[in-house]
């Protein structure tokens, strides 16, 4: 059982920067890594990046590649997403989620993944 809980989301101007949090817990919290997923209202819920349980390796979507990026603390407990030169098609519910360590499927596919935070609001006016 892993449970996930998101902050840190709110209501940017386009440009403007936000960095979320995810509280990670549980004890099978060390068979998992976190990814990160939004969804647009009237959308699918979608791949944003994801950090493997090493470190060494950080996917992330093309539409946020330069702008967003991830990174966690020493125990693994916290991880964030760090939102730079946010764009009003950033707006969406952010998730954080638990993938499966060894699995088939792409980092980018929800099926990797078995746990989810609440989610977070994330709004950018132009």
């Known amino acids: 059982q892993v449970r996930l809980t998101e902050s840190g989301g709110g209501l940017v101007q386009a440009g403007g920067s936000l960095r979320l949090s995810c509280a990670a817990s549980?004890?099978?919290?060390?068979?998992?890594?976190i990814g990160w997923f939004r969804q647009a209202p009237g959308k699918e819920r979608v791949f944003v990046a994801a950090?493997?349980?090493?470190?060494?390796?950080?996917d992330y979507a093309e539409s946020v590649k330069g702008r967003f990026s991830v990174s966690r603390d020493s125990g693994k407990t916290t991880h964030y997403l760090q939102m730079d030169n946010l764009k009003p098609e950033d707006t969406a519910i952010y998730y954080c989620?638990?993938?499966?360590?060894?699995?088939?499927?792409?980092?980018?596919?929800?099926?990797?993944?078995?746990?989810w935070g609440q989610g977070t609001q994330v709004t950018v006016s132009s």
């Open positions: 989620a638990a993938g499966q360590r060894h699995a088939s499927w792409s980092v980018m596919s929800r099926r990797r993944y078995d746990y």
């Open positions: 950090m493997n349980w090493s470190g060494n390796n950080i």
């Open positions: 549980g004890r099978t919290l060390s068979s998992y890594f």
